[in-house]
Every structure is written in structure tokens, then in C-alpha cells.
């Protein structure tokens, strides 16, 4: 069973290189934005030196320590997105492409079940793409990192007081695979309707996909005057980007009266785990995931493809 | 004897079609059944259901397995190579021998690596398939599925597309590395003339219905086939031939469980082609 597993999600790494070369290729162009802002930086010796010799009075450590976390977030937030996107295009292909390219009968003449088949899909879409990008995440940190450093010694600043003392490293990456992880958690009721749509759609699966995320709170609203399923896609979608932008907002406040929101000074602490666990939303969207990715595996077993 | 198969008034309908109709037959230990008929007779559908891939009316045994609730224990004794089973055109050599080595309990590497190098695809471990000629992804599929110890191997027109030398080829394979007394193969094609003389027995479906179902064996004491002309084709009319057609003038005449001794007088008497007989009963049951 979990010899199968691993076979069968190294099969989806095989098949998929988008897993890797997504996160690694926006990592890449987020790096090269650093080298070149760097770079272009150069021809402005006064301002650069006046910025380092300031930045290195500023505040004390901690101010230091929000400034940098803050920015490290960044990279952070934008791999996460493309991420999500990555994660809707794989499971929309990962039960249509077999069927379209024909291997599924090869699949299915192995000794391998539906159901361990499908879940090696969800697993895939819910750990190991956030885990890749994880991974991607901390090392676009530490290049970004290097590649001030070196710049910054170029000036004739001190990187590590600079940069690597006030970083809260294993606090942010602790924090940064928690919130992958728990936001993946989050999202599977859009994996699971993925993946369900992939499996029975015969064409256009993207749009078959989006038509009822858009059309069905419209109509719900338009019909029954309510806004259930608005809420429920609201609270799974737009809430958390309101979140992000709040913090995004408290570590603005720093640089106006040096206020250091608890998120951004360590953000391991301020993960509330309890609180993620005890949400009904996190329960029901589970459950609701359980449900599509059951009736994938059900569309796998009993479609007759001839 | 132990049967492999068995099928008791098996059905499968799509919607009010009935592709395959209350069909029984079993299959033994070692034996090379030839499953022949034309296309949509049900075929592919009858072979699906014996796979565990379709779900099915009637009672069907596979291994003493229900396939289609056991699909998993019957594919780890069991094979198949169908002309719609393709390889998933991505990947690489090498990855789909480490995927079915990791899945399949009965897979034996060593075995595929050695039989991969009396191919062309020797050379091609890190090619994709899609890289790889039509030949050569078949060479591949039949040296994957010649290394796993399976019991059953099914065939699906395992040769479409193929030319005429790796077809012969995949043959000439297929008794050498994988068939021995301990194993035994289903097969379908449309090609009969080329795996005639490999069956033990055959089976010839029709519109869902198996019209016959014999070993090869008696195949040469049921049927004979009489060639003759003029005052003596009109005799031999009357015993009542099952087909007849014209070659150069001459009429050739399909007579079951025949009367050697009268038809010889009239005529040069000779074993008919699997193919030959297969129209004429194709016709009969349609007459």
C-alpha cells in the first residue's frame, strides 16, 4: 500500500515536470529581480550608502528582525500563488490526460487499485506540490539573501548585522511550511472538485471546472435571494488574500512608528494551530473533498472507455 | 484439468445493446484460446469483463477470482496486451520498468532487462516512448509483460498497426520467452491466419453469441472442405454444405461433421482455414 504510494506519486513527479519547473522558474525571475534592482542600484553610490548606514542604526534588533522577515515573505506569497495555480492545472490533467492519451487501460493493467490511483493524485496536490514549492520558497530566500549579501559587502555595509542576524530563519520556515501546508488543507474542497471533474470530464475540463464556482453563487443569490455557497467560497478564496493583505499592511506599519506586529516579528509563534483545527469550515471543506475524490475514484472503476 | 475461466451466462449491455449475450465457455490450464470475430461481435467487451475492467451480468470467474471486484489480486496473476492498452507516450524506458518493478509483486527486472536486449530498444533506456517506433513500444509492452509470472496473458489484437516482420516477430516472442505448460493465453485478432497454427482451441464470437467453441484438434474431424466441379459439385450440394464458394471455376464446399468416405469420391478433400470456416459460420448464423 505505501510502496504503492511512493511508486505511484514518483509516477506523478515523472509525468508532471511542471511540479518542479513552476515554483523553481518564478524562484529563478524573483532572484534575478534582486540581482538586477541590485544592479541597477549601483550608479546611486550616495543614496545606497545613506540607505545601508541608516538601515544599520535603524531601531533595534527585533526592528531589524520585522524589516527583513517582512521582505522575505514576499517571495514567499508570490511562489504560493503560482503555486495555486499549478495545483488547479495538475489536478484538472491528472485523471484527463490518461484517458486522452489512452495509458489508462496500460494503468489499470497493473496491479494497482483505482482508489490508490486517485489518492496518489490528491496526495500529490495536496503535500507534494506545497512541499516542492517549499522547498523552492527557502532556497529563492537564501539566493536573495546571498546575492544582497554580497552587494551589500560590496557597499562596504556588514550583511550579517544586516541581513543574517535579524533574519528569523527556522521561525519563518517553520512558519512558511505550516502555512502551505494548513492552506493546501484549506483549499482541498477545490482539489477534490478538481479532480472529480478530471475524471469524467471528456473535454474542457478547466471550463466545465470554473462554470459552477462562478454560476452557482450567482444563481443561488438570483433564484433563492441567499448567498450560502458565496460564503462558502468567499471564506476559502477571498478571506485569506484579505488576511495576507493585512499582515502585509502591519509590516508597513512598521517603517511609520515602528510597530511590530507579533506575525511579522516571529511567525512560527503566531500560527495558531488549535485554532486552524477547531474551525467546522476546515471539517466540512474536508469532508466535501472526501466526497468528490470518492466519486473520482468511482468514475475511474466504472467508466467503460469503449 | 483446472479451468482458468469460467463464465456462466455472462451479459453486458450498453443503453439496449447487447454486446455481449448470455455467453458461457471455460478456458483451461495451457491452452491458447483464439477468441475470433468481427468487429463490434464483443470481443473487446468480453475481454474487458474477464480483465475486472467492465462490470458484468452473470457469473464469471477468473483465477477464482470475481474480476471485477478483485481487479487488483487478478492483475497481479494476470496480463494484457490490447492495441488500446498504449503506453503512456511520456515516459522513459527506464522509469516504466522502475514503476511496474515497484508495482507488481511478480515482475522480474532482470528477466525484462535481459529480453529488452535482444530489442531494438536496448540502446533506448532514457528515450521517451513517444520517442520510440510503433515496433519498438510494442517489443517494449511484450518484453514488460514476458517478464511477469502471470498465469493468464490476454492478447487484444496485440499486433494492429504492426508490419508484417514484427508480427511475426511478436509470435515467434511470445512462444519462445513467455508460454509454457504452466501458463495460458486468450488472444484476439483479426489476422487468424497468423496465429492459427499457435491455438489449441478457438472460439468465434458473433453479435454477442459464441457460435463455436473446439480445440484446434478437432477442428480437422469436424470440418472438411471438398473442392469439385460440375455434375459432382450438384451431389455433393445435397449433403448439405455449410458455405460454398467458387475458386477458378471450381466450387469449394465447407461440410460439417462430414461424411468422409461419400465426399472423398467426389472430390479433393482438405482442412479448411480457420478463416474459411470463420465466414462460413459468420454467414450461417447470420442466414
Redesign the interface.
Known amino acids: 500500500m505505501i510502496?504503492?504510494q511512493?511508486?505511484?506519486i514518483?509516477?506523478e513527479l515523472?509525468?508532471h515536470r511542471s511540479i518542479f519547473v513552476t515554483p523553481i522558474a518564478i524562484g529563478l525571475i524573483l532572484s534575478l529581480g534582486v540581482l538586477m534592482t541590485e544592479g541597477m542600484l549601483a550608479t546611486h553610490t550616495a543614496e545606497v550608502d545613506i540607505g545601508i548606514a541608516a538601515a544599520s542604526n535603524m531601531g533595534d534588533e527585533s526592528h531589524r528582525s520585522a524589516v527583513i522577515n517582512g521582505l522575505l515573505f514576499v517571495p514567499s506569497v508570490i511562489i504560493f500563488i503560482g503555486m495555486s495555480i499549478l495545483v488547479i492545472f495538475y489536478s484538472l490533467d491528472s485523471l484527463y490526460a490518461?484517458r486522452k492519451?489512452?495509458?489508462i487501460?496500460?494503468?489499470?493493467?497493473?496491479?494497482?487499485?483505482d482508489a490508490e490511483t486517485v489518492i496518489s493524485k490528491a496526495l500529490t496536490g495536496a503535500f507534494v506540490i506545497p512541499l516542492v514549492s517549499f522547498v523552492v520558497i527557502v532556497a529563492t530566500q537564501l539566493i536573495s539573501m546571498i546575492l544582497t549579501s554580497i552587494w551589500i559587502m560590496i557597499e562596504g555595509g556588514n550583511a550579517v548585522h544586516l541581513i543574517w542576524a535579524p533574519a528569523s530563519l527556522v521561525s519563518l520556515w517553520a512558519a512558511t511550511l505550516a502555512g502551505v501546508l494548513l492552506m493546501s488543507l484549506w483549499l482541498t474542497p477545490f482539489l477534490g472538485w478538481f479532480l472529480f471533474v478530471s475524471a469524467f470530464a471528456k473535454r474542457m475540463p478547466l471550463l466545465l471546472a470554473a462554470l459552477p464556482i462562478i454560476m452557482l453563487p450567482m444563481l443561488e443569490n438570483w433564484i433563492f435571494g441567499s448567498r450560502i455557497f458565496f460564503d462558502a467560497f468567499f471564506v476559502r478564496t477571498i478571506q485569506p488574500i484579505r488576511d495576507a493583505e493585512e499582515a502585509a499592511k502591519a509590516t508597513f506599519e512598521i517603517s511609520d512608528n515602528l510597530h511590530v506586529s507579533s506575525f511579522i516579528a516571529d511567525p512560527w509563534q503566531a500560527i495558531e494551530f488549535g485554532a486552524f483545527f477547531a474551525k467546522p469550515d476546515l471539517w466540512a471543506g474536508l469532508i466535501v473533498s472526501a466526497i468528490f475524490i470518492t466519486a473520482a475514484v468511482y468514475v475511474r472503476r466504472?467508466r467503460?472507455?469503449? | 484439468m483446472t479451468s482458468l475461466v469460467k463464465a456462466h451466462g455472462v451479459s453486458k449491455q450498453?443503453g439496449r445493446v447487447r454486446a455481449v449475450d448470455n455467453v458461457s465457455f471455460e478456458i483451461e490450464k495451457g491452452k491458447i484460446m483464439g477468441l475470433i470475430g468481427p468487429n463490434g461481435a464483443g470481443k473487446?467487451?468480453l475481454l474487458?469483463a474477464v480483465?475486472g475492467?467492465?462490470?458484468f451480468d452473470g457469473e464469471l470467474s477468473v483465477l477464482g477470482l470475481n474480476p471485477f471486484r478483485q481487479?487488483?489480486?487478478?492483475?497481479?496473476n494476470i496480463?494484457?496486451i490490447?492495441d488500446?492498452?498504449?503506453?503512456?507516450?511520456?515516459?522513459?524506458v527506464s522509469?516504466l520498468l522502475?514503476?511496474?518493478e515497484?508495482?507488481?509483486?511478480n515482475f522480474s527486472r532482470k528477466k525484462a532487462e535481459s529480453l529488452l536486449e535482444k530489442t531494438n530498444v536496448n540502446t533506448r533506456r532514457d528515450s521517451r516512448v513517444r520517442e520510440l517506433s510503433k515496433g519498438m513500444v510494442t517489443q517494449l509492452h511484450l518484453s514488460i509483460i514476458a517478464a511477469i509470472d502471470a498465469r493468464l496473458l490476454i492478447l487484444d489484437e496485440p499486433t494492429l498497426g504492426l508490419d508484417i516482420i514484427f508480427r511475426k516477430e511478436f509470435y515467434a516472442n511470445l512462444l519462445s520467452d513467455y508460454f509454457d505448460e504452466e501458463r495460458t493465453i486468450l488472444v484476439t485478432t483479426h489476422q487468424v491466419e497468423e496465429i492459427e497454427n499457435i491455438l489449441t482451441d478457438i472460439m468465434f464470437i458473433n453479435e454477442g453469441r459464441i457460435i463455436l467453441d473446439t480445440p484446434m484438434d478437432s477442428l480437422t474431424d469436424s470440418y472438411v472442405e471438398l473442392m469439385t466441379s460440375g455434375e459432382r459439385a450438384d451431389k455433393a450440394r445435397k449433403m448439405g454444405p455449410i458455405a460454398e464458394r467458387d475458386i477458378f471455376g471450381k466450387s469449394v464446399m465447407l461440410f460439417e461433421r462430414p461424411d468422409r468416405d461419400r465426399l472423398g469420391e467426389l472430390g479433393e478433400l482438405h482442412t479448411p482455414s480457420v478463416a474459411d470456416l470463420f465466414v462460413a459460420k459468420i454467414k450461417g448464423a447470420a442466414a
Open positions: 510502496a504503492n511512493i511508486a505511484l514518483r509516477r515523472w509525468e490518461e492519451d489512452k495509458s487501460l496500460f494503468w489499470r493493467s497493473l496491479p494497482v487499485t466504472y467503460d472507455e469503449s | 450498453f473487446t467487451t474487458k480483465l475492467l467492465t462490470d481487479r487488483k489480486e487478478l492483475m497481479q496480463c494484457f490490447s488500446v492498452a498504449v503506453l503512456p507516450r511520456w515516459i522513459r522509469q522502475d514503476f511496474v515497484a508495482t507488481h509483486p
